[in-house]
């Protein structure tokens, strides 16, 4: 079992900046990968950017260059800090871990811009 606790959402105005924390307990697996996902009302859920224990990260086209992905694998908290944001950056934040088989989400964190 894996807990998962985001965390660092809020209301920010247009250009300005957040860092989302994703803190992990229970039975961590090296070899894992954890990423950061958002929905927006009315919209799938889609990737925001992705990072493998081992340091390969991958981000949506939509944030690159201005979202930075990061982890602590000794703190097992994975972070995600997010400038310049845009309106359209709107949506609840998840975190999501996975291992083989298991694959667990947090509860999300809402992440609001607006002026």
């Known amino acids: 079992q894996v807990q998962l606790v985001e965390s660092g959402g809020g209301l920010v105005q247009p250009g300005g900046s957040l860092r989302l924390s994703c803190v992990a307990s229970?039975?961590?697996?090296?070899?894992?990968?954890m990423g950061w996902y958002r929905q927006a009302p009315g919209k799938e859920r889609e990737l925001v950017a992705r990072?493998?224990?081992?340091?390969?990260?991958m981000y949506a086209d939509s944030v690159k260059s201005r979202f930075t992905i990061s982890r602590d694998n000794g703190k097992k908290t994975m972070y995600l800090q997010m400038n310049s944001l845009k309106p359209e950056d709107t949506a609840v934040y998840y975190c999501?871990?996975?291992?083989?088989?298991?694959?667990?989400w947090g509860q999300g964190t809402q992440v609001t811009v607006s002026s």
């Open positions: 999501r871990y996975t291992w083989t088989t298991w694959d667990y």
């Open positions: 229970g039975t961590i697996f090296s070899m894992n990968v």
């Open positions: 990072m493998e224990s081992g340091g390969d990260t």
